[in-house]
C-alpha cells in the first residue's frame, strides 16, 4: 500500500461546502482506504491505498454523492511531498520569513504557453514561482492581501488548484512519514 496525501479545495471556507473531519474519514473508509488521518479541518487526508491511479476522481465522485457538491481534490505521494518541501526556492534567500511562505497544488502541469503569460505577471512585493504541479509563493504581507491566491492561479492556468501555508505543508509530510 501507498502512503498518499489528498488535499481538498474550498470545504469548509465561510461556512461554505461544510464537511466534518469525521465524517470524510468515514467516507475514506467506504473508499476501502486504510490508516486514514485528517489534518485541521480544511481537507487534508493523510491515508494508504492500493492503487494511486485516479483517486482523486473516485474521492471527489464520493464526496457528490453524499455531499451533492463538487470538492476538486489534489493527490501527492511521499515522495513529491519530500521533493516539494526540499525544494522550496525561497528558502535559499535571505531575509525570506518561513510564516509568509505557501504552497499552491496543481492538479496537473500547466501548459507552458500558460506558465509563460502568468511568469510575465507581476504583484509585488508578492511573488512565485512555478515548479512542475507547484507553485511557491511568497507574500511577505500575507496571505489574505494577495493577488495571487487560488483562483488566480486557477483562471490564468486553466488547471484546478489548491493553497497551504508552509507550515501545514510541513505538517502533512510529517503525518505521511510516520
Not at 490508516?35 to 492500493?50: D, H, M, P, R
Not at 504557453?113 to 507581476?122: A, F, G, T, Y
Amino acid at each position: 500500500m501507498t502512503v498518499l496525501l489528498s488535499i481538498l479545495r474550498g470545504i469548509n471556507v465561510s461556512g461554505q461546502k461544510k464537511i466534518q473531519m469525521t465524517d470524510l474519514k468515514v467516507l475514506y473508509e467506504q473508499l476501502n482506504f486504510k490508516n486514514i488521518t485528517t489534518y485541521i479541518q480544511s481537507g487534508n487526508v493523510v491515508f494508504k491505498a492500493e492503487n494511486s491511479k485516479n483517486l482523486n476522481k473516485k474521492i471527489e465522485q464520493k464526496i457528490f454523492e453524499k455531499y451533492n457538491f463538487d470538492v476538486p481534490v489534489i493527490i501527492r505521494t511521499t515522495v513529491e511531498m519530500q521533493t516539494i518541501i526540499e525544494e522550496n526556492p525561497f528558502l535559499k534567500r535571505k531575509n525570506i520569513d518561513p510564516e509568509k511562505l505557501y504552497v499552491t497544488f496543481l492538479e496537473e502541469r500547466p501548459s507552458s504557453d500558460l506558465i509563460e503569460n502568468i511568469s510575465k505577471i507581476n504583484y509585488e512585493p508578492d511573488t512565485f514561482i512555478i515548479w512542475d504541479k507547484e507553485i511557491y509563493l511568497y507574500c511577505p504581507n500575507g496571505y489574505g492581501n494577495t493577488k495571487l491566491n487560488t483562483n488566480f492561479f486557477e483562471n490564468k492556468l486553466k488547471v484546478k488548484a489548491t493553497t497551504r501555508n508552509w507550515k501545514t505543508a510541513n505538517e502533512l509530510l510529517a503525518l505521511m512519514l510516520r
